[in-house]
């Protein structure tokens, strides 16, 4: 496994997905909460560049007819058929299925952000 | 004199519930007089006849109904409750036959609500008194006029608990299942513990109240008689998205007569769509297919009957049908299903769940 440099905290914004290519991987950078977040740019789904999609909240399980919003900037909505997913555990928003995302190691050094491939 | 080609095997004592059996009423609501006020008898005012859809069955008749199921009595077939007893229940070991009345289902062509509300207490005080009557094997699925559900809820809670009454048949209306309209008669069939029972009434897609079919409106029987599935369809997608199931957990639905195989495809479309719009549903908390599975029941009749019977043993297995198919007759229609041609593929465990068990858990029997 070797660390590669991919960006700068100073260029990632809040929120926004960037896309990066590492040894020929299409890996995507998210900067949510505080968090640096280094996300396979596959969708487990249908092989989707999943982070080309959004970085959003959702609508929480809820009781009929009521809506309540939540999980803001912890959701990666993929653009092709919209699946959501849980950017901190990498499972679907909906339960029951094995596919999740890929993470890869992050380290941060003088403000540089480095990914273990 | 029974002249059906079946008899019934000798030394069979398989226990069978017919989930699907329909009675008739001779004369419409002339026949119902005797269990109409005399101001309701006033208001029909010789407006007797039940309306009937225009593209009627290319059969005898132009009925739905059985030429060698007529009782010797006269009327028609499923008007006589103890030759329907003689003619089905002891030739076919039936040890109980649901009735719901699909004359009654002509309540939904009915644009009058207070009309709807009184026929239906009079079609079921008629059944109980002229049928169950006769011999306990007899089930009531009691109907329900939907256009007003607080009327309907009403009518539920006055004979709901009898022992005789095991589900709510509910005509199908314009108005998709899932909608909030309904609410008041889930709550009622919930607390009661009946599941309700849902059917084609021969209404849909011909009169503006009754259900329609996608698409547009079908020329011939055979498009309407083929397109009865769209029907449960789009009942149960209703259901499913707007959350009855999680608003009403012990609630039970039963999809008598709209086919089965096309559930796997519907179950895993479902699942699918789930996966990508939920945020539109988010009370939709677990994959759809298993709601089904958990509330929904499905009547065998008519069975389907691909090239290869090993197709639909397939089918059966992808639609768990050991937990969500009954079996039934449609008895006395002209596609009806009887037990020794029916499924004669199953294992003993199988065919006994299909046969009975799963009717019994629904229904609340022994």
């Given at each position: 496994m070797a660390s590669h440099l991919v960006t700068t905290l100073e260029v990632l914004e809040e929120a926004k997905p960037s896309v990066h290519t590492v040894e020929g991987r299409s890996i995507g950078i998210i900067k949510s909460k505080g968090?640096?977040?280094?996300?396979?740019?596959?969708?487990?789904?249908?092989?989707?560049?999943?982070?080309?999609?959004?970085?959003?909240?959702?609508?929480?399980?809820?009781?009929?007819?009521?809506?309540?919003?939540?999980?803001?900037?912890?959701?990666?909505?993929?653009?092709?058929?919209?699946?959501?997913?849980?950017?901190?555990?990498?499972?679907?928003?909906?339960?029951?299925?094995?596919?999740?995302?890929?993470?890869?190691p992050v380290t941060i050094k003088d403000g540089a952000v480095y990914v273990e491939i | 004199m029974l002249t059906t080609a079946e008899e019934p095997r000798a030394g069979t004592k398989e226990m069978i519930i017919d989930a699907d059996v329909h009675p008739w009423i001779?004369?419409?609501?002339?026949?119902?007089?005797?269990?109409?006020?005399?101001?309701?008898?006033?208001?029909?005012?010789?407006?007797?006849?039940?309306?009937?859809?225009?593209?009627?069955?290319?059969?005898?008749?132009?009925?739905?109904?059985?030429?060698?199921?007529?009782?010797?009595?006269?009327?028609?077939?499923?008007?006589?409750?103890?030759?329907?007893?003689?003619?089905?229940?002891?030739?076919?070991?039936?040890?109980?036959?649901?009735?719901?009345?699909?004359?009654?289902?002509?309540?939904?062509?009915?644009?009058?609500?207070?009309?709807?509300?009184?026929?239906?207490?009079?079609?079921?005080?008629?059944?109980?008194?002229?049928?169950?009557?006769?011999?306990?094997?007899?089930?009531?699925?009691?109907?329900?006029a939907a256009h007003d559900p607080f009327a309907a809820a009403e009518e539920i809670r006055r004979i709901g608990n009898l022992p005789s009454v095991v589900a709510v048949f509910m005509p199908l209306l314009n108005t998709m299942m899932g909608n909030r309209h309904y609410y008041p008669i889930y709550e009622a069939a919930e607390e009661l513990g009946l599941p309700i029972l849902i059917h084609p009434t021969g209404?849909?897609?011909?009169?503006?109240?009754?259900v329609t079919f996608a698409g547009g409106i079908p020329s011939t029987y055979i498009e309407r008689h083929t397109l009865f599935p769209e029907i449960g369809i789009s009942a149960i997608t209703s259901m499913i998205f707007e959350g009855v199931f999680y608003r009403f957990p012990r609630l039970k639905l039963l999809a008598a007569e709209f086919g089965i195989t096309w559930l796997p495809h519907f179950l895993w479309r479902m699942d699918q769509n789930w996966h990508q719009f939920r945020k539109e549903v988010p009370w939709v908390k677990t994959k759809p297919s298993d709601t089904v599975i958990e509330h929904i029941r499905f009547t065998s009749q008519p069975i389907e009957e691909p090239e290869?019977?090993?197709?639909?043993?397939?089918?059966?297995?992808?639609?768990?049908?050991?937990?969500?198919?009954?079996?039934?007759?449609?008895?006395?229609?002209?596609?009806?299903?009887?037990?020794?041609?029916?499924?004669?593929r199953l294992s003993p465990e199988k065919r006994r769940r299909i046969f009975f068990d799963n009717a019994a858990d629904l229904f609340g029997l022994k």
């Open positions: 968090e640096i977040y280094a996300v396979r740019n596959v969708c487990p789904h249908k092989r989707a560049p999943v982070c080309q999609g959004q970085l959003r909240g959702t609508m929480l399980p809820s009781a009929p007819n009521t809506f309540v919003f939540g999980m803001e900037n912890e959701v990666l909505r993929c653009p092709w058929h919209g699946w959501e997913f849980n950017l901190t555990t990498g499972e679907t928003i909906c339960d029951g299925l094995s596919k999740k995302l890929t993470f890869f | 001779n004369g419409d609501i002339k026949g119902l007089q005797k269990y109409l006020s005399r101001t309701w008898w006033e208001h029909f005012d010789g407006r007797y006849v039940l309306p009937n859809h225009y593209l009627r069955p290319p059969l005898a008749r132009a009925s739905s109904n059985r030429l060698d199921a007529m009782p010797p009595s006269g009327g028609e077939p499923g008007s006589d409750p103890v030759f329907m007893k003689e003619d089905h229940l002891d030739r076919h070991n039936i040890s109980h036959a649901i009735l719901s009345s699909i004359q009654a289902g002509k309540l939904a062509a009915i644009p009058t609500p207070n009309e709807a509300i009184a026929l239906a207490t009079a079609f079921n005080e008629y059944f109980l008194n002229e049928f169950i009557t006769v011999d306990d094997r007899y089930k009531l699925a009691m109907v329900v209404t849909e897609g011909g009169f503006p109240t009754a290869r019977p090993e197709y639909l043993d397939q089918m059966l297995e992808m639609i768990q049908a050991e937990k969500t198919l009954l079996f039934s007759t449609d008895y006395p229609h002209w596609d009806n299903d009887f037990p020794m041609q029916t499924l004669t």
